[in-house]
């Protein structure tokens, strides 16, 4: 049984970096065949696929994000962790993670956390 | 990157009824295509996958179809619990895009 969690701030603050942390169940990052990605939803908006870490360690970024993002594995600990800087109250969202096929052309996402919802806020 | 576009972006129906949700790709993008289900509150779910796949566990009333640019979702016969927003997602080339959703509602 495949699980994922997200955890993290609620809050954070403008310019501030946000980290946040996906912690799964019942497959390992280390394993060929498998991605993680993340995804986020503002609220009332559509969903925005912001970075993906596959087995291999391969990452991949949204463009319009990238300089901003960083996602990296601990296989050891069974998490992948995003972190996001210079935070804008734009970035006020519903933040997901979901597992994905190990390439592109299986980058779908057939399980999800139940999401956290970041706030961007002085 | 590839755009992907739905229609409509809100529909009232009937339970049912048979329902056609339809989402456009920029550019070619063969199979590569999702449709997930959102409830609110909820997390996504992954209705169908490679176009026309359906997920395991997905009621055999949801079905798609479509390649190149042009693909559609169908609720053969509504139910109460299909009330939802439905989104589709390209996987065919980085970055990976999302329709901006088709809101379901009750009539």
């Known amino acids: 049984q495949i699980t994922l969690k997200e955890s993290g701030p609620t809050l954070v603050k403008p310019t501030q970096t946000l980290t946040l942390t996906c912690t799964f169940s019942g497959f390992s990052l280390s394993t060929s065949g498998v991605g993680v990605g993340w995804i986020r939803q503002p609220p009332g908006k559509a969903l925005e696929w912001l970075a993906l870490i596959y087995w291999d360690d391969d990452k991949r970024y949204s463009p319009s994000l990238k300089s901003r993002l960083t996602i990296t594995k601990d296989t050891s600990k069974n998490q992948v962790v995003l972190t996001m800087t210079n935070m804008d109250p734009v970035d006020t969202a519903t933040y997901y993670c979901?597992?994905?096929?190990?390439?592109?052309?299986?980058?779908?996402?057939?399980?999800w956390g139940q999401g956290t919802l970041v706030t961007v806020s002085s | 990157a590839i755009r992907m576009t739905q229609s409509p972006s809100s529909l009232s129906a009937s339970t049912g009824d048979r329902v056609t949700i339809t989402c456009r790709a920029s550019q070619g993008i063969s199979s590569y295509l999702a449709w997930y289900q959102q409830k609110p509150g909820k997390a996504p779910k992954l209705l169908i996958y490679?176009?026309?796949t359906l997920q395991s566990g997905v009621p055999s009333r949801f079905s798609g179809s479509g390649s190149g640019t042009d693909f559609t979702l169908t609720i053969s016969c509504l139910q109460s619990e299909d009330f939802a927003t439905y989104y589709c997602?390209?996987?065919?080339?980085?970055?990976?895009?999302f329709g901006q959703g088709t809101r379901l509602e009750i009539k």
């Open positions: 979901a597992h994905s096929g190990d390439d592109i052309l299986t980058a779908y996402f057939g399980y």
């Open positions: 490679a176009a026309s």
């Open positions: 997602q390209q996987y065919y080339s980085y970055p990976i895009t």
